[in-house]
């Protein structure tokens, strides 16, 4: 099993919509969590990180974590062509920032 | 600010040469992280380093990598002999203490 497990996707939704990326990870014992995106060919760029359970706001983006269920999830609201992308999840197991693991991406493709 | 600066952007070596890559962190910040991106396996941490002394190498593939911090302002990465293998885009990205890191633009290094 892999440390961080992502749908490779692609993952479609019309312009407009509410896209909902999700995260599963292996180690009950992870305390940072965060999202990147990232654009063909260019590098990730950090859009979100979250610590404590519960939903966490960001102008159109949302990050949910779920401890107890091993879970961290980012919402898109009003999703915009400029928003496809490949997001990554990833994972710090031991807390702090260092030697975080990524999974392997969502491809996240916004219809006009 | 500059951001995390690398170079070359792009590398076509042969078989067995050669290869250093360079990473020039931003300013001020402590930790400096090398990872290779693969489609296959994507983004995977190879070594990273704090106020210039190697903490973790255990990403780093065999012993044909290696990996040096001289200063607080450079690192290089090296491949001594390449193999077609390697070839994968190699990200630099920067954090100071405990927050989030950023990525500079990667180079992409292919290897006939």
């Known amino acids: 099993q892999k440390e961080v497990e992502q749908n490779s996707g692609p993952l479609s939704v019309p312009e407009g919509a509410i896209a909902s990326l999700n995260c599963t990870y292996s180690?009950?014992?992870?305390?940072?969590f965060f999202w990147y995106r990232q654009y063909s060919g260019k590098s990730p760029e950090l859009i979100m990180f979250?610590?404590?359970?519960g939903d966490k706001e960001d102008g159109r983006f949302t990050a949910q974590l779920n401890k107890a269920s091993q879970y961290v999830s980012l919402l898109i609201r009003d999703s915009q062509p400029s928003d496809s992308a490949t997001y990554l999840c990833a994972v710090n197991p031991s807390g702090g920032y260092q030697k975080v693991t990524f999974g392997i991406g969502t491809k996240l493709q916004v219809i006009p | 600010d500059a951001g995390v600066i690398q170079s070359p952007r792009h590398e076509v070596t042969e078989m067995g040469q050669e290869v250093t890559l360079r990473c020039k962190p931003i300013s001020g910040h402590d930790y400096l992280f090398w990872y290779r991106q693969t489609m296959m396996r994507g983004l995977e941490l190879l070594i990273y380093?704090?106020?210039?002394?190697?903490?973790?190498d255990s990403g780093m593939p065999e012993d044909r990598f290696s990996a040096k911090m001289p200063n607080a302002s450079f690192s290089t990465l090296k491949i001594q002999p390449s193999e077609p293998r390697d070839s994968a885009v190699y990200f630099c990205?920067?954090?100071?203490?405990?927050?989030?890191?950023?990525f500079g633009p990667g180079t992409r290094l292919t290897v006939l």
């Open positions: 380093f704090n106020n210039n002394v190697p903490i973790d």
């Open positions: 979250i610590y404590s359970n």
């Open positions: 990205a920067s954090s100071l203490g405990p927050r989030p890191q950023y």
């Open positions: 180690d009950r014992g992870s305390q940072s």
